[in-house]
């Protein structure tokens, strides 16, 4: 005879209790403070999940993702993030949505969510978007009191980020000579004004002043950016068309998004280009400090630390220069 199976979780409020018809079975009680006293109307439910059970019905794994299709937390997503999310939750359906709720509740599930992330092994970033997607499913599931535990918690990631911040060289500057003039303009200014993309293509004339671009709210640090307007920039400026509105668009005229711009950065790119957009953060530092700037000065505007500022000086600018040195006095 199957036993109730009882699961306490530790909550800021206090406990939480939940009772299982048996170990790896459904959740029929969810109780808070004190332990959940086993009576008639415990066992009465029990009995009818395993009746339940022996009829073949049970509640899979597809429920957990269609309600969470469904909820607040999903539709506060960024549209973008939906698109990917509805991707993924397809495919943890194919593979998992036959399954048992309670099967996720058993922490060797564990492994076979890793093996089925494996899958993407030779892709470590969709491998690890996998898994994360798991991870956020099953957090929402334990969040509405669906399951117990979240076996997909911290599943290491496969993809390494190269920590080290790099910037477009001569190389990459030249292989988008020859892309639409609308890109050119919005990779120009990035190299110019050190913005993230979502500041980047949001830059309005109205943020534009005499001797610099100030920018409120950035994304991440909640603050102001006063970004000095190089002589570079100002003949950007003064070959962009309008002085209202967003500054950079689009080939339609309209204002760039950030999957946009991106999108078509990745199109426009030739096949061995290894920089990001978000690389030409690096470039404007070296602007920066062959403006003369010191690596304090530099880091204020960057937002980065001094220390970051030195490595991007000491990787890409000293080495330059100690070059340059080198090649004069061999040709002397």
């Known amino acids: 005879m199957h036993k109730l199976h009882i699961v306490r979780k530790r909550r800021k409020a206090g406990f939480r209790y939940y009772v299982y018809a048996w170990r790896g079975g459904p959740r029929i009680h969810t109780q808070d403070i004190d332990e959940p006293v086993i009576d008639t109307a415990l066992l009465d439910k029990a009995a009818k999940a395993r009746a339940q059970a022996a009829n073949g019905w049970e509640r899979t794994f597809d429920a957990i993702i269609d309600d969470y299709r469904h909820s607040p937390a999903f539709e ?4 973008s993030t939906k698109r990917d999310y509805r991707r993924w939750l397809d495919r943890i359906s194919e593979r998992f949505g036959a399954c048992r709720i309670g099967a996720f ?3 060797r599930m564990r492994k076979d969510i890793i093996n089925w992330r494996n899958t993407w092994a030779h892709q470590p970033r969709s491998a690890d978007k996998a898994a994360v997607t798991m991870a956020t499913l099953l ?3 334990v969040d509405q009191s669906d399951l117990s535990i979240n076996v997909a918690a911290r599943i290491p990631t496969l993809h390494r980020v190269n920590k080290a911040d790099q910037i477009w060289e001569r190389r990459h500057m030249r292989a988008m000579t020859r892309a639409p003039a609308h890109l050119r303009n919005a990779l120009k200014m990035a190299g110019l004004t050190g913005l993230r993309l979502g500041d980047l293509v949001r830059l309005d004339w109205s943020q534009v ?3 610099a671009i100030i920018v409120e709210q950035t994304r991440k640090r909640k603050s102001r950016a006063v970004i000095p307007i190089l002589p570079e920039t100002r003949k950007l400026l003064d070959k962009l068309e309008g002085r209202e509105g967003p500054i950079l668009r689009n080939s339609r005229g309209e204002p760039w998004t950030d999957s946009g711009l991106g999108s078509v950065f990745q199109k426009s790119k030739p096949a061995w280009f290894d920089r990001t957009i978000h690389d030409l953060r690096g470039t404007f530092a070296t602007r920066l ?3 003369g700037l ?3 000065q530099a880091a204020y505007i960057m937002g980065w630390t001094a220390k970051r500022v030195g490595a991007i000086r000491a990787r890409y600018v000293d080495e330059e220069r100690v070059i340059i040195s080198l090649a004069e006095r061999l040709s002397a």
């Open 76 to 79: 506060r997503l960024a549209d």
């Open 105 to 107: 509740e058993d922490r």
């Open 209 to 211: 002043g005499p001797t």
């Open 289 to 291: 400090i062959m403006a």
């Open 294 to 296: 010191t690596d304090d």
């Open 139 to 141: 957090g929402w599931a």
